[in-house]
């Protein structure tokens, strides 16, 4: 994933790539402090996601993203910023952005977007049509859907059918790679299929180092 964070202080700047790097240090991460650095870098790179302040020096957030939508650019955008106006926001969602986050905000809330934004894109990566079920997923809130441990059902789908389609063990990297969700995020939901009994956890020796934990899926417990 690409990621283009759009803020004109450098310490926010530097506080939420750190976060980036943390939920998945594969992350590309691009910087601007302002709309027309912002403009050259989505000009010039393939941006997945743009993470966007309101306040800009002379400009603001949603003139780019207002420029964004008119150059038909393929990207989602989370606004992060202190501006907590009906007028902001409702304008921001008019334009399309897929999240809002006030500052200031947790790092799970920060997790939350991202992963937001990573099942939507994985759903329709490299399809040519999407069925219902795709659209559920892109659709769902994970802040309205999600059980008292915080697992999102649609991320829960998303790391299941990939393990269950693996049909063999798998590491949480391997999940990763499959669903392309951070590795984190996946083993996470593998410790709560664990928990719930769906999934039996097993230790791999090596010949040198500490052995792999990999997942096998054993299906629902009432099954």
């Given at each position: 994933m690409k990621v283009l964070i759009v803020e004109d202080d450098p310490m926010v700047r530097t506080?939420?790539?750190?976060?980036?790097?943390?939920?998945?240090?594969?992350?590309?991460v691009y910087e601007a402090c302002d709309i027309d650095t912002?403009?050259?870098?989505l000009e010039s790179q393939a941006v997945d996601l743009v993470l966007l302040d309101v306040y800009l020096g002379e400009g603001r957030g949603?003139?780019?993203?207002?420029?964004?939508?008119?150059?038909?650019?393929?990207?989602?955008v989370v606004l992060i910023t202190a501006d907590n106006s009906y007028e902001t926001v409702s304008t921001a969602f008019r334009l399309?952005?897929?999240?809002?986050?006030?500052?200031?905000?947790?790092?799970?809330?920060?997790v939350e977007a991202i992963e937001?934004?990573?099942v939507k894109r994985s759903v329709i990566l490299g399809t040519q049509?999407?069925?219902?079920?795709d659209i559920d997923k892109m659709l769902t809130n994970n802040r309205e859907q999600s059980t008292?441990?915080?697992?999102?059902?649609?991320?829960?789908?998303?790391?299941?059918?990939?393990?269950?389609?693996?049909?063999e063990a798998q590491t949480a990297q391997d999940l990763a790679d499959k669903t392309l969700l951070a590795r984190v995020t996946v083993r996470r939901y593998l410790e709560y299929m664990?928990?719930?009994g769906s999934v039996e956890e097993q230790l791999i020796y090596g010949k040198i180092g500490r052995p792999n934990k990999v997942y096998l899926w054993k299906g629902t417990p009432e099954s």
């Open positions: 506080i939420n790539k750190g976060y980036l790097k943390k939920i998945d240090g594969k992350i590309k912002a403009k050259s870098v949603p003139e780019l993203l207002t420029w964004a939508r008119m150059q038909s650019y393929d990207l989602d399309g952005a897929i999240d809002y986050l006030i500052k200031p905000f947790s790092y799970a809330r920060f937001k934004v990573r049509a999407v069925s219902q079920e008292e441990k915080g697992i999102n059902p649609a991320t829960y789908q998303m790391v299941q059918d990939g393990l269950v389609s693996a049909g664990v928990e719930q």
